[in-house]
């Protein structure tokens, strides 16, 4: 096959790139790789080559804007620039969606260019392989002495691209360019195969080049954090929650309702992997409902709260498993917590109700009304069953601790294996290992 040149555009993932970069690899595609990423909503840019130098690659940022169309001719008088180094990357602004589209308004877009490097970057992700790590960030904050004694010839041997690319969790792709372009959006949330990226690849390079210029691909991915949100009636606790996990602390006193959505980005540790939870804190009140619903689409996770001392709040858990429903991504990971366990003297809800709630919460439960069938249905189910298809629970309080790290914790491991589940891996069983580590901490006594 011969040799071609490839823009791969993305942001968010390195993981992600490390996977593509090995595909087009395969294909005999030349590769250029060049990373966007959001400034605003993450902490500074990871370098998608870990611990590689970022000595500027240029002594100025280029000029002209880059898109696709002027990719080449950037490229040409980059390489003429005589402050090239190689094996480096280079942040550098990037206007690149210059219409205005919603989602991508707040991203102040930030880019790098990895070239040279491109060999150790592999060599150090397939140690991370054979180290059986994963694929998820440590691409990204890998140390700077790693890299230093790696030698330059680097073969992929066997990769099993097809499998890694049926694990690889693509949130949304979108390819959208000028006039006459294809647009491809609303393709998130989707496990994708090798086909389906070449699909897309080919779409892409027809959307800009016409059918008679296929030189160049480009596929812009967007695979951000994952997203965790919490949901559930005001003045149940999200808040604290959070801040408990976050801080570590609780912070008693008045009550002042969130004002529509905040987050908190946070790194949780899951065997070995570092997995980036982006979590959202929306407002459990009515009229700033619309508000959250447009962050619901995004979601990897949701936390769904009640209050143990609050009927009401337990009460509204169907209103808020069918708004789940309704915005939602269907693969969203769902987990229903009763907070303030610590209020044991004032409980409204017993703990048993709580668990049956969770087990009627069955996929089909955001649908159903809770029928006194739906109720049987679920009693007579074998406990495999229930343990595949019911919402996990665990009653938590975030004034005590107790249950709130390992609430975020299963929720980042049932991430991570969903993104990269390698194939001799066990599915991961998100209820066996909350029944595990509530057991471990002898957490639950005193409910
Ligand atoms: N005892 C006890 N009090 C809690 C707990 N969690 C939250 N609270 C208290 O409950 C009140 C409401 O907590 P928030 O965290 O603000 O509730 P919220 O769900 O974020 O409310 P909205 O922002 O309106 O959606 C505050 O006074 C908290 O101190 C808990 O686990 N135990």
Not at 112 to 132: A, D, G, T, V, Y
Not at 398 to 422: D, P, S, Y
Not at 427 to 432: A, E, M, R, T
């Amino acid at each position: 096959m011969p040799k071609r040149e490839c823009l791969l555009l993305y942001w968010g993932s390195s993981a992600l790139s490390v996977v593509l970069i090995r595909t087009l690899m395969q294909f005999s595609l030349e590769l250029v790789s060049f990373q966007t990423h959001s400034g605003i909503r993450s902490t500074p840019i990871p370098s998608p080559s870990g611990g590689v130098r970022t000595t500027p690659l240029f002594n100025r940022p280029p000029t002209n804007e880059i898109s696709p169309l002027n990719f080449s001719e950037w490229m040409r008088s980059a390489k003429q620039d005589g402050s090239r180094q190689s094996g480096v990357t280079m942040p550098f602004e990037c206007n690149y969606f210059q219409q205005p589209r919603p989602q991508f308004e707040d991203y102040n877009m930030k880019g790098m260019l990895i070239e040279n490097s491109l060999s150790q970057f592999l060599k150090h992700e397939k140690r991370r392989q054979e180290r059986n790590e994963g694929l998820v960030t440590e691409v990204a904050a890998g140390e700077e002495k790693k890299w230093e004694n790696l030698d330059q010839d680097f073969h992929i041997e066997s990769p099993n691209i097809h499998a890694m690319l049926g694990r690889v969790y693509i949130k949304k792709v979108k390819v959208e360019f000028g006039e006459g372009g294809v647009r491809l959006d609303r393709l998130w949330g989707r496990k994708r195969d090798l086909g389906y990226i070449l699909q897309l690849m080919s779409h892409a390079a027809r959307a800009v080049y016409g059918q008679t210029h296929r030189k160049d691909i480009i596929i812009i991915i967007r695979a951000a954090r994952r997203e965790t949100i919490l949901v559930g009636d005001s003045g149940v606790g999200k808040t604290s929650l959070l801040v408990q996990f976050d801080q570590g602390k609780f912070i008693p006193g008045s009550f002042s309702a969130t004002v529509g959505i905040g987050f908190t980005n946070k790194e949780v540790t899951v065997d070995n992997v570092k997995v980036q939870l982006q979590i959202w804190d929306t407002a459990g009140q009515e009229r700033f409902r619309s508000v959250t619903h447009a962050y619901y689409r995004d979601a990897h996770a949701l936390l769904l709260l009640y209050d143990i001392t609050n009927k009401s709040s337990f009460d509204n858990i169907r209103a808020w498993l069918t708004e789940i429903h309704e915005y939602a991504h269907t693969d969203v990971v769902i987990m229903l917590l009763g907070n303030k366990a610590d209020m044991s003297g004032e409980r409204a809800i017993r703990r048993e109700e709580g668990e049956r709630l969770a087990r009627v919460s069955l996929r089909t439960a955001t649908q159903t009304p809770l029928t006194p069938r739906v109720l049987l249905l679920t009693a007579v189910c074998s406990p495999s069953f229930i343990q595949e298809y019911s919402v996990p629970f665990m009653e938590t309080s975030a004034k005590t601790g107790v249950n709130v790290e390992l609430a975020f914790t299963a929720v980042a491991k049932e991430l991570k294996h969903r993104a990269i589940q390698h194939p001799n891996e066990p599915k991961f069983q998100i209820h066996k290992y909350i029944d595990s580590q509530k057991e471990k901490s002898g957490c639950c006594s005193y409910f």
